[in-house]
């Protein structure tokens, strides 16, 4: 049998305490009634912010396109058009988008905003849906449907402006309830 030094005990002994916390703190996180749901919240702000990222390059897109559409003498109403004059009014507009290198459509995405924005979508609505499917039991869960069910009314606003009013209110008390505020607060461009 093998002497068990003092300094042996004294260094396995304070070990322990830190090989033990990676066991508590999963432990502990997985006995969180909200865990799979706080989870599923992580993703959803990924989504959200690829969302905002993309929408924030193309409005800079687009309001370069403006100022030099403005420039040019074609401003985004010209006021009364004939439906040929207007169509041809807006050809010329429309040869005027160009793309700097940071916002060149992306070859994967032959269709540009619109393919990326899918991209997002598809990936979001059903995780939002999976949230709102869960029941919280913890403010922290309720934050991330909050969460959820801003983006989800956020889509019905976009279609049915100015309905809903009553959703928007009761989603803003929650919100201000658990002083928390969604990344998104208006709706979605697409």
Known sequence: ???????????????LPALAVPALASDTMAANPD?????MG?????????????????NRRHAAWEAAC?????PDKPGRLSDDNYRAYQAK?????????????????PDGWVALQNKITDR???????????????????????????CHHNESAAVEEGTHAEHREFIEAVCAFLNYKPML???LAF
Request: net charge neutral.
């Open 1 to 15: 049998m093998s002497k068990l030094s003092r300094r042996t005990l004294v260094t396995s002994a304070a070990t």
């Open 35 to 39: 865990f799979k749901l706080l989870q």
């Open 42 to 58: 992580a993703k959803l702000k990924i989504l959200i912010g690829e969302y905002l990222a993309l929408e924030e390059r193309e």
């Open 70 to 74: 403005v420039a040019a003498g074609l």
């Open 93 to 109: 507009r429309s040869s005027l988008r160009a793309y700097s290198a940071e916002d060149e459509e992306d070859p994967e995405n």
């Open 124 to 150: 979001l609505y059903p995780l939002v849906d999976k949230i709102l499917s869960c029941k919280a039991h913890t403010l922290a869960g309720l934050a991330v449907q909050a969460e959820a069910i801003s």
């Open 185 to 187: 607060t208006r709706p």
